[in-house]
Nanobody, 125 residues
Framework: QVQLVESGGGLVQAGGSLRLSCAAS????????MGWFRQAPGKVREFVAA????????YNGDGVKGRFTVSRGNAKNTVYLQMNSLNAEDTAMYYC??????????????????WGKGTLVTVSS
């Protein structure tokens, strides 16, 4: 089993930045493709960004292109989400997720195998 723990959420003013982190524990002898998703109150969960197991493939959701950047950390199975130019529509619970496999296709992230409990991002306007 794999446990994912997110951190870095909080309250930020519109136009500001935050950096989310996610670290995996448990069955971490393998590497995973990893992604970020978010869910705002009353809305469906939305794909934010993902990065393949190798780090060579990166995918971004339509609502965050040019503002958010996903990256892998030096430690195995860690991933970051740098969020810039935040606006009120970015307010949501942000979830880290991991997937067995290479994650070299966007469709790979339609389903994920492991989920964190989320970290709340609130953007004040």
């Amino acid at each position: 089993q794999v446990q994912l723990v997110e951190s870095g959420g909080g309250l930020v003013q519109a136009g500001g930045s935050l950096r989310l982190s996610c670290a995996a524990s448990g069955r971490t002898s393998s590497s995973y493709a990893m992604g970020w998703f978010r869910q705002a109150p009353g809305k469906v969960r939305e794909f934010v960004a993902a990065i393949s197991r190798s780090g060579r493939e990166i995918y971004n959701g339509d609502g965050v292109k040019g503002r958010f950047t996903v990256s892998r950390g030096n430690a195995k199975n860690t991933v970051y989400l740098q969020m810039n130019s935040l606006n009120a529509e970015d307010t949501a619970m942000y979830y880290c997720a991991a997937k067995d496999g290479l994650g070299t296709r966007r469709v790979d992230y339609y389903t994920m195998d492991y989920w964190g409990k989320g970290t709340l991002v609130t953007v004040s306007s």
